[in-house]
């Protein structure tokens, strides 16, 4: 949601201005002791109208993707709007699907304004597209929206489906590649209205990565607050690539914690269990 490259620590990125980033700035200041009163039609209406009508701000140039350690055959990297794990391109993978599985995480609104994330995607690692879903929440007014959605960049903004998302909601998310056609998927097993299966076309796509991610967007002033989640946990990870199947740890993968300018961690993840499942653990905001 970055549009979209994390922004790895080793190398320094220009501004961009995702459009969730922009519509929090018309969304009235939070306040925590409203944070268990459900989102009322008129926050909803505008967070929608924004999220809708937002242009794609300016996008990252292209950078190497810079690594602070590596044990194990396993890369180690820090963000500062990213954490969890993602499979790169080395040895010329190319991808074609992933999914994942997680349990709606509760926000708790401490700020004036804040967001998390969390998602499964192609590309976006080292590239400049992205084809991503799943599951989103924003605080307002001291009241956290909760909505699926789902992104092609540079095609589109993001897209919107449901605002019915729950905490405790089981979801699963999918990316499928055909050639040049993408199929979006968010599957909701415990509440009707939230998933949504929609059909995208991308004919530069670069499919050079896959990320399973819990994020800190991103607006014209930088990295927002990472709205406080306490623990997602992603598991059954699969992806493919080429006629290869697997999960995580089956490709070149990359651990990514997620920290602010000073090094602080914000977001931690675990260490991969079975090649397909981890936790990211909320630190702190900022």
């Known amino acids: 949601m970055s549009h979209r490259r994390p922004r790895l620590l080793t190398f320094s990125l220009a501004a961009c201005v995702p459009a969730i980033g922009l519509f929090m700035a018309v969304i009235p200041a939070a306040n925590a002791s409203q944070a268990a009163h459900p989102a009322t ?13 937002l ?28 954490s969890g794990y993602a499979d790169d391109n080395t040895g010329g993978a190319s991808y074609t699907s992933l999914s ?7 926000a708790t609104c401490t700020r004036t304004t804040s967001l998390a994330v ?11 597209s992205v084809e991503q879903d799943g599951t989103g929440v924003e605080c307002s007014g001291g009241t956290p929206i909760y909505f699926s959605w789902w992104e092609m960049f540079p095609t589109n903004a993001i897209q ?22 993408y199929t979006l998927t968010v599957a909701d097993s415990t509440r009707s209205g939230v998933g949504f299966s929609t059909s995208q076309s991308c004919s530069n796509c670069a499919n050079s ?33 080429g006629s ?17 300018n000073a090094g602080r961690v914000k977001a931690q993840p675990s260490a991969l269990s079975g090649g397909n499942s981890f936790s990211v653990t909320w630190r702190r905001s900022t």
Request: avoid cysteine; proline fraction near 5%.
């Open 160 to 181: 919107v489906v449901s605002e019915s998302l729950r905490p405790g909601d089981h979801i699963t998310s999918t990316v499928t590649r055909s050639g040049t056609s």
């Open 55 to 82: 242009s794609i701000g300016q996008h990252p140039a292209n950078h190497s993707v810079g690594h602070t350690s590596s044990i194990k055959g396993l890369t180690q990297d820090e963000s500062t709007n990213w």
């Open 100 to 106: 994942g599985a997680w349990t709606q995480p509760t």
């Open 209 to 241: 990565s896959a990320e399973w991610i819990a994020e800190a967007p991103s607006g014209s002033g930088g990295v927002e607050p990472l709205t406080q989640f306490t623990t997602w946990t992603l598991s059954g990870a699969t992806v493919k690539s």
């Open 244 to 260: 290869t199947s697997g999960v995580i740890s089956s490709f070149p993968d990359d651990e990514l914690t997620m920290v602010d």
């Open 118 to 128: 969390w998602w499964v995607g192609i590309d976006g690692f080292s590239s400049g």
């Open 41 to 53: 039609k008129a926050q909803i209406a505008i967070a929608l109208k924004f999220l809708k009508h």
